[in-house]
């Protein structure tokens, strides 16, 4: 939104989330702000157990050689997403997708989902989005470089 304070939203969003999902690829690990800014709190959310962190690697990084080294990912780091087959880039996203329904799901809905639609809208773009009976639903949602 216009006039917005960038930094203030994105802190309120990490202070306030369950869950975080850090999409990780060589320039995400670049960025001075991601750094200096959005990691350190990241991991002492996590470090307070007040957060859990879900890393997703896109493409390679050396992901070894930062704070990040300490949580597990979803996909092994050797094999980004974008070196594997759609099917295979599917079978992660769906791997994160149960990891967030177990730990959300009991909160917001005891049933199981009604849907899990896992889509490839061009080379670049894939959607996961998983439909609950009670209308919720979770999206990941990122550009795979």
């Not at 009604?114 to 949602?141: C, G, P, R, Y």
Request: glycine share 0%; net charge positive.
């Amino acid at each position: 939104m216009p006039g917005t304070d960038w930094h203030k939203e994105i802190e309120k969003a990490i202070s306030t989330a369950q869950i975080v999902i850090l999409l990780i690829s060589k320039d995400y690990l670049s960025s001075a702000f991601i750094q200096e800014i959005e990691l350190p709190r990241i991991v002492e959310l996590s470090n307070n157990n007040k957060v859990l962190v879900y890393q997703l690697i896109l493409s390679p990084c050396n992901l070894e050689h930062t704070c990040l080294s300490k949580f597990k990912s979803v996909n092994d780091p050797t094999k980004p997403l974008n070196s594997l087959t759609t099917d295979e880039q599917a079978k992660y996203l769906k791997k994160l997708t149960e990891l967030i329904i177990k730990k959300v799901a009991p909160k917001a809905q005891p049933s199981k989902p009604s849907m899990l639609q896992i889509t490839k809208a061009d080379e670049s773009d894939l959607h996961v989005n998983v439909f609950f009976k009670a209308d919720l639903a979770l999206k990941v949602k990122d550009r795979i470089k």
